[in-house]
C-alpha cells in the first residue's frame, strides 16, 4: 500500500481531501497530520474529542530515547476515526512553535509509516500543509522535507481555477527538483484535483506539465464538514465526494504500483550493436520481396 503525500501551493483543500481518502478507503487507513503549521482535525471533524496529549509534538520526546520507544508512542498516539478502528489519525501539532522539535523526527517517523504501509497494509496519507520553500528547496522547518522525499507519491491538490493553477507553476518545478536530487524521484510527483471551477482534469495536466491521478467533485458540503465538524450532511455516508474518494484511493494505489514496478523492472537501453542487426535485417527482407 502506498504512503502518500499530500500538500498544495496555498490553502487549497488538502486536509479535507486527504481526510476524505482516508475515510473512504477500503483498506485500513492513517492520516498523519504532518503539516507543520498545525493539524485541524481534532478541533474540526472531532469535535474537540481529542487533547493536546495525544499526537505529533510527543514523538519527539520519544525518538529522542530509540526507535522502540518511538513505535511504541506513534501506536499510543492514534486516534480511530470509525467505531472498528479501521481509519487512525495521528493528531497534528497544537502550535505552530512545536515544529522545530520534529527536524530530527522526520526521518524516523518515515520508517514508521512505511513499515505500516508495506507490512500492515495500510494507506498511509500525510497531510503536508501548505508548500514553503526556501531558496528554491523545501524549507526545512516548514515543510516535514522527509516525509516528502520519502513519500511513494506526492500530491500536489491543485482546484481547476486559474487562480490556483498560476500558484502550482510557481513551486512545481522546485518541487519536481526536489524529489528529483533528494527524494524518490521526479516520477513520483502528480495531481490531486478538486473539480472546482472550468479547467478538466487533461486541461490541468496539460498546463501544469503533471499527471492528475485522482480527482475528487466539488462537494461543499460534505468538505465543510469534514474541515469543520458537528453535524453531519444529509447523506453524507452515499455523498459525492467520499464516492469519489473510494475511486480516488484505488487510484492512487494503481499509479504507485505502476511506479513500483517501472523502479524495479526498468526498461532496457537500445543496443546500437542489436538496432544494426534488425536494420540490416529488414533491408533484406525488402529487398527479397522485391526480387
Not at 529522542?64 to 518511538?70: C, F, K, N, S
Not at 491543485?158 to 528529483?180: F, K, M, N
Amino acid at each position: 500500500m502506498p504512503v502518500t503525500a499530500l500538500l498544495s501551493a496555498k490553502s487549497c483543500g488538502v486536509t479535507a481531501s486527504a481526510l476524505a481518502l482516508a475515510l473512504a478507503s477500503k483498506r485500513p487507513s492513517l492520516l498523519a497530520e504532518c503539516d507543520p503549521a498545525g493539524g485541524t482535525v481534532r478541533a474540526g471533524f472531532l469535535n474537540g474529542e481529542v487533547g493536546a496529549g495525544y499526537g505529533l509534538y510527543h514523538l519527539a520526546a520519544a525518538e529522542r530515547t530509540g526507535p522502540d520507544a518511538l513505535a511504541n508512542a506513534f501506536a499510543n498516539h492514534l486516534w480511530p476515526m470509525d467505531e472498528a478502528g479501521h481509519r487512525k489519525l495521528l493528531p497534528g501539532l497544537t502550535d505552530p512553535a512545536q515544529a522545530a522539535a520534529l527536524s530530527r523526527t522526520w526521518p524516523s517517523l518515515s520508517e514508521v509509516l512505511h513499515v505500516l504501509s508495506s507490512d500492515a497494509g495500510y494507506d498511509v496519507l500525510m497531510d503536508a500543509g501548505r508548500l514553503a520553500l526556501e531558496s528554491g528547496r523545501l524549507h526545512p522547518t516548514l515543510t516535514p522535507a522527509p516525509l516528502i522525499h520519502r513519500a511513494d507519491l506526492v500530491l500536489l491538490v491543485v482546484r481547476g481555477t486559474e487562480q490556483s493553477l498560476t500558484l502550482a507553476r510557481h513551486v512545481i518545478d522546485p518541487l519536481r527538483t526536489e524529489l528529483q536530487e533528494r527524494g524518490s524521484g521526479a516520477d513520483a510527483l502528480g495531481l490531486l484535483l478538486i473539480e472546482d471551477g472550468s479547467y478538466r482534469a487533461h486541461q490541468v495536466a496539460e498546463a501544469l506539465k503533471v499527471p492528475v491521478l485522482a480527482a475528487l467533485p466539488w462537494d461543499p458540503d460534505t468538505a465543510g464538514y469534514l474541515a469543520h465538524g458537528g453535524r453531519p450532511p444529509r447523506g453524507y455516508g452515499r455523498s459525492p465526494l467520499l464516492r469519489h474518494a473510494r475511486t480516488g484511493t484505488e487510484q492512487i494505489e494503481a499509479a504507485a504500483s505502476r511506479r513500483r514496478i517501472q523502479q524495479e523492472f526498468p526498461a532496457r537501453q537500445a543496443n546500437p550493436q542489436l538496432a544494426g542487426v534488425m536494420q540490416r535485417l529488414a533491408e533484406q527482407r525488402g529487398g527479397g520481396s522485391r526480387g
